[in-house]
């Protein structure tokens, strides 16, 4: 009989891409799935999820004040098809907030906003207190932006998409080798949830805080869709560039042990919808958290 690696592996060839998955549970357990889950992948915008538990950890610490309020220049801001990016005129939203636009809907202005509150020096702090040794965040989707703008030989963030998009050049991009640009493991990234998920990372405030805006991510159409099921809740984040699709989440069935899974895909073609890679990320999460669904002791 096939085991759940193998199943996975076969739902990302059915795909056309090549993908990377890791899974356990929220407790104790060495349980685990893994298909490639030590390699070293491209993070995209799941490296918001990281910037985020650092920013909670700074409020923690007192250095921040979440409910202090900033004005933002959407003009000033790095571009992108969502959050502030998309509006026209001066916003102003508390630090907390700004930093739930950034997870929810994957917001890249105030993801850079956020990231300058806090700075890079916070996220690799928490990299090295955590053990995350694999794990490394060289910048914001700003930086990242700047760096396909070079790559691609353009001149605008859209024109680098538009090429980026073209199927018929094969662009070799820093954004799509974990060896330039923000990078971790599929294992790394759920043994960081479940260290969130254990609140061994934040204060209780600050862990239910993050567990509450991961639960409320807009997205539907990658790991979520395997769950459609009343009493489950899905708390995760989306990345993607190109060809890479990713997503990182923690699955809560109701009177059993979280599980936390981690995504990463490199697909064929770059085209901006994929819905093979997106229902493959779905399916292979499904049979990984479904392998490893156990109910919580009775008391």
């Known amino acids: 009989m096939p085991t759940a690696a193998d199943k996975i592996r076969a739902v990302f060839a059915d795909a056309g891409c090549t993908g990377w998955l ?13 298909v490639g889950g030590q390699e070293r992948v491209v993070t995209a915008s799941v490296y918001k999820l990281l910037l985020f538990v650092a920013f909670c950890r700074r409020v923690d610490a007192g250095l921040l ?3 202090a309020r900033l004005t933002v220049i959407p003009s000033d801001c790095t571009p992108g098809p969502t959050g502030i990016a998309v509006m026209r005129d ?33 996220v690799e702090e928490l990299l090295i207190d955590l053990g995350l040794t694999e794990t490394r965040i060289v910048g914001g989707t700003a930086d990242q932006f ?27 991009v820093s954004a799509y080798d974990p060896s330039y640009t923000s990078a971790t493991t599929p294992e790394e990234m759920t043994r960081f949830l479940r260290a969130v998920w254990a609140a061994t990372v934040l204060s209780d405030e600050q862990t239910e805080f993050v567990r509450a805006v991961m639960r409320k991510q807009a997205w539907p159409h990658r790991i979520a869709s ?7 809740f899905v708390a995760g984040k989306t990345g993607t560039i190109g060809a890479i699709r990713n997503e990182v989440a923690v699955v809560e069935f109701p009177d059993e042990h979280p599980v936390a899974v981690a995504v990463f895909t490199r697909a064929a073609r770059a085209d901006p919808n994929l819905p093979a890679v997106d229902a493959a990320i ?17 008391e």
């Open 65 to 67: 004040d979440s409910t």
């Open 22 to 34: 890791h899974a356990r549970r929220c407790d104790e357990s060495a349980a685990e799935i893994s």
């Open 146 to 172: 700047r760096s396909l703008v070079r790559d691609t030989d353009t001149h605008t963030t859209a024109e680098a998409f538009a090429v980026l998009a073209d199927n018929d050049d094969a662009w070799s």
């Open 226 to 232: 395997a769950f459609p099921h009343r009493g489950v």
């Open 90 to 122: 001066p916003v102003t939203m508390s630090r907390r907030d700004l930093a739930t636009s950034m997870m929810t809907v994957s917001d890249n202005a105030a993801a850079d906003v956020v990231l300058g509150e806090v700075g890079l020096s916070a």
């Open 282 to 298: 779905a399916e292979s999460a499904r049979i990984a958290v479904t392998e490893l669904r156990r109910p919580l002791p009775q």
